[in-house]
């Protein structure tokens, strides 16, 4: 953690030279250190829970036993999950930018708590060192859902990961807490709520679901952890329990848990898709009100996961229409994102190019998810991998491009130096082919009738895995490329500038790498974000002084 | 804070509020949505127990004949009690009497205490007639199916209950504590109007599970 | 062309009255997705080629969308959501509302094999006997975890739960053989919990019946926890009902005891202390037997005690199977009184 920085383009020293040496970063309260901090920590955790992808395809490649055994596939796939959605994607988005940008996009100095900030990221660390050590410790091979009554009657060791994930689930929380009560009461003068930056609403809806959501979890883990310990029933039909109540409560958290991973992804698209098209967003409060829109709705649907499971079929009717209204509100960002671009001034840089391929992936990721909201077609797709790809469209498709163009859109402003603008594009649009070639067959697979957590399978099946797998290994490829060439450029990089895409969002404003503050002095916002019309009113008031 | 050596002088970070008003605000928002958290997270119980209660209507009807009833009762006095003198003291630390502040809050710890003993006694009156949770459930009185349910919805939610009495407790010391030491007064007194939310919530979640548990 | 629609969508053949309807929605939506995410993408296209212009500051007038816009962004993706929503809920009642004149039978899922029980005979272990053209009704249930009965030839599947009996209903439209997966993990094997629907013309499924009704066909499956009996399903609820000692509170004779008489009890709608009614059919004997108390006929005192855990899911299939051959006999015409189907209860 001592990357070398290029000059900051205005004076005094930025967050990143303010105070030297290890201990300083350990116990910062700067809510910039912690963003990096947590994306330090997020990289290490996706690139755990790839290898285990990828093991996962080698595995998958031939019917039978191919590289391990099926203790070993039914272990590693529920590693690969548990680490992908509890330690990487639920956290991803809004720990690492979320943190760094909020404050700096309402024109703060820090988030309403910071030294609450620091702890939720040692509660992550703890959580993952818990998780990690039960699932590899334990052996644990529930799956990342611990579906009931299989994680009670396993003979693997399930409760440091049940553990591990409530911890995570309390960091979760403070951040929430963290960034409502930022956005309440920290905007500077001139923010006001329909002038919030994009990005901002996005981390706002998440927020929302994050604390109301997540207890939920919690207490849910801890009846799966008591019926472990204690035999408590609540779950177990030869106790009287009921194992759909699991469910439910499951989902309750689980499915907004999915808007957890994808609202914060949706606004930074809407942030660098005007960035890009030198344009405001077509319809602003299209964008904010659908994301308050699915952070509520989004609770009203879980009971989508259950259409095969004995749900009534009147629940399972009033969910589907449910789900098929919480669907809209990502349709209606997808036109308002293209409308941005229409008349813009395009210009296609590395984030762009995610953005492109996030908006195409995330109608198809939507719109299978439509599908499989459809209760008869769920009956032939439910727990295949036609869900598996929908999913991964979502998770992959969706949140992880919008983590890399985040990544490669605000690189510049989190250390001041530049990638290889040629090197990032070409790879962008690999990792995108990639990423179809492995998750548009599964699609075909589960069509096909493939059920998923399947370590073996019939030879039919056989063509569709191979092609999938092939594609897994680009996939692995281009991140492999990224990592190569952001770390060189963080030392090599050539500097940056303050604004180098042209920019008119707040975060610029500041000096790339930001001051410890944030800003030199108090900013005025008169103007909203991204007013391409009106470049330039909007300024960190009093900069030369 | 810290940072003498910095090029500008620089402003403590918990200034970044800009006046202590606001400041009080964004703790008193924080710790709402605090509360909220707390809600949900016993809204899984109060789910769990509405479900099992439609299950086996019976046992849910029949379950508080062996509740002790008087010690329930008596604990919601207790509980009640003390957050009245918790709210006093609030009272009292926005006036400025910040040692009345202190024994009201010490009060109201000796009462919280106060529902931890009659609890344990509660409990160990179950222990003995073998009304635990799950499992170990062998309480021959009350044998029909779904009493083991109830018995393991009561442990639960009166057991994170008294977890979060606990844990109330330990603040309310520690406000008394630094109140005594003249940390809080009439101009800031943040941590005791928190402390006394989070009191409050314990004492609202015991009113709801005192009627569910002792007296339907 | 559906055929060349399935080929290209790798959908297995559609095999059961059910599978057509499925893959028209599915045809449906897939189109619909597919015309739109082109023109998504060859929007996107045009507008990277049309407003290309590299690093340059901003040209344009800002604009925003139009209120009706934004009320047709909203309002057309709505639209046919919620259409597909409503196509797609008729179909899915109908698959779970099975017709009356279904054939039961039993399925019990166990990790990591699938049994099949029918009302009147043979068990099987890993294959399931069916005849075309007739609705199969399932009424499945777990000795353990959750399992998920699969038939991606039937475009069907229905959850296996412990304690708990779910119905699902198909009827296969050509012979065959089927495969049938587990569609929830279920632990170590999950993947190998395999089996086999074979459909037979309905002369030939006869035919086989009969050969399995001829010998001694109740073969106890010890893996199952089952205790050694033979024969039909019912007379090894005959044998469950003596052994439990249901006879000491209920009567076969239609004389009323602590209990109410079993003759004729199936089907029938009985008065309930609390006021209602209730029609006992599967859900209901079922219920009565795990939760005796919640639903207790009126004139009867709530003594039953449960037999949650005592009785095996197949030996509560057996008591139900029981139950129902116990019809008073009737003069001709036919009982009018139809065995009632009703959908289970949540």
New interface residues.
Partial sequence: MAPSHAEPSGAGPSYLDAERGLWSWLTTRDHKRIGVMFLAVLLLMFLLGGVFALALRVELLTPGETVMG??AY?RAFTVHGVVMVWLFLIPSIPTAFGNFLLPLMIGARDVAFPRLNLASFYLYVLGAVMTLWGVFQGGV?T?WTF?T??ST??GREVMPVLLGVFVVGFSTILTGINFITTVHTLRAPGVTWMKVPLFVWALYGTSIIQVLATPVLGMVLMLVALERVAGAGLFD????GD??LFQHLFWFYSHPAVYIMVLPGMGVISETVCAF????P?????IVWSTVGISFVGFLTWGHHM???????FG??AF??LS??V??FT??K???W??T????????STPFTYV?GF??LL??GG??G??V????????W???YFVVAHFHFIMVGASLMAFLAALHYWFPKMCGRMYPEGMGIGTAVLIIFGFIATFLPQF??G???M????????EAFQP?HVASTAGASLLGFGFLIVAVYLGWSLRHGRAAGRNPW?SEGYEWLSDSPPPEFNFHAPPRFPRPPH???N?GVNTEVEHAA | MRREASPRPVEPRALHFGDEASRQDAAHLGMWIFLATEVLLFSVLFTAYALYRL????VFQQAPAHMDVFLGTLNTFVLVVSSILVALAVDAIRNGRDFAAAALLALSVLLGIAFLFIKAAEYTKHVHDGALPGAWYAYEAFA???ANLYFTLYWVMTGVHAVHVLVGVGVLVTLALRTLAGEFGARFHTPVELGGMYWHLVDVIWLFLWPLLYLT | MSDLMRRI????EAASS?AP??DR??FF??GT?FV??AG??L??LF??VR???????????????PTW??AA??GV??AF??L??A???????W???PPRDALDVYVTGKQWMWKFAYPDGPGMVGVLHVPTGTPVRLLLTSR???H?F?V??F?????A????Y?EIWFEAVRPGRY?L????????????M?AEVVALEPAAFESWRARQLAQPTWVADESFGEEGTRGPLARRGAVVATRQGCFQCHTIDGTPHIGPTWLGLYGREEPLASGDSVRADVAYLTESM?????KVVAGYA?VM??F??RLSAGEVGALVEYIKSLQPERPEPPPVQEPAYG????
């Fill in positions: 099926r203790l039914n091979d799956g579906y009554p299989y009657v396993t039909p030869s106790r009287g194992p759909l098209s030198r344009k405001r077509f319809s602003y409060r299209v259409f095969v499971s004995g749900q009534s079929t399972a009717g589907s229409v098929m209204l669907a809209i349709a209606m997808i036109f308002t293209l409308g671009m229409y008349r813009g001034s395009l210009w296609v492109l908006i195409f109608f198809f719109m299978s439509v599908a909201a459809v209760t008869s077609a769920d009956l032939h439910h727990d295949t075909l697979l069509n096909q009738g059920p998923r957590r399947y370590a073996d399978y019939p569709l042209g007013d391409y019309a470049p | 299950t086996y209507p019976g029909l199916p779904g | 969508l790798f959908l297995p059910l309807r499925v929605l599915h939506i897939i997705t739109v995410g998504i993408g929007t996107g507008f990277l407003y290309r212009r590299g690093r340059a500051p901003a040209q344009e007038p800002a604009m925003a969308a816009m934004e962004f909203a993706p709505l959501f919620l597909w929503g196509l797609g809920f008729q179909d899915y009642v698959a779970r509302t353990d975890v959750i998920s699969y991606p030839a475009r069907l599947k229905m959850d739960l412990p304690g708990r779910t495969r997966l587990c569609a929830e993990y279920c632990g170590l094997d999950h993947s190998r395999r795990m939760d005796p108390l919640a709530p005690p449960s949650h855990g959908p289970l209860p949540r």
